[in-house]
């Protein structure tokens, strides 16, 4: 069992930043790969990035590439997402989730992932 806390989003400037963390619970947060999705209002959830277990390996969605950048501190247990030149189209309810190493390789799809966060609002103003 993994439980997934995300930070507090926050509200930013078109152009601006903002690093989101998710904190796992359990200790066998290193044998997990990880991902951030998004819900924009009126939209359906949508994939942003993935990790592998060891970090040595991302993916991410066109929209984003360039822009954002995953990470992870195995030692910390928690998985980042590092949002720069943010737009308002960034704006969305975004979410980390965790997904089995031994049977995925950096998915893309909602059901791939076992274990999801609550979700943190971020807000992009133009």
């Known amino acids: 069992q993994v439980q997934l806390v995300e930070s507090r989003g926050g509200l930013v400037q078109a152009g601006g930043s903002l690093r989101l963390s998710c904190a796992a619970s359990g200790r066998t947060f290193s044998s997990y790969g990880m991902g951030w999705f998004r819900q924009a209002p009126e939209k359906e959830r949508e994939f942003v990035a993935a990790?592998?277990?060891?970090?040595?390996?991302?993916y991410y969605a066109d929209s984003v590439k360039g822009r954002f950048t995953i990470s992870r501190d195995n030692a910390k247990n928690t998985v980042y997402l590092q949002m720069n030149s943010l737009k308002p189209e960034d704006t969305a309810v975004y979410y980390c989730?965790?997904?089995?190493?031994?049977?995925?390789?950096?998915?893309?799809?909602?059901?791939?992932?076992?274990?999801w966060g609550q979700g943190t609002q971020v807000t992009v103003s133009s």
């Open positions: 990790i592998n277990w060891s970090g040595g390996s991302t």
């Open positions: 989730a965790a997904y089995n190493s031994l049977k995925y390789v950096l998915p893309s799809r909602e059901y791939e992932y076992d274990y």
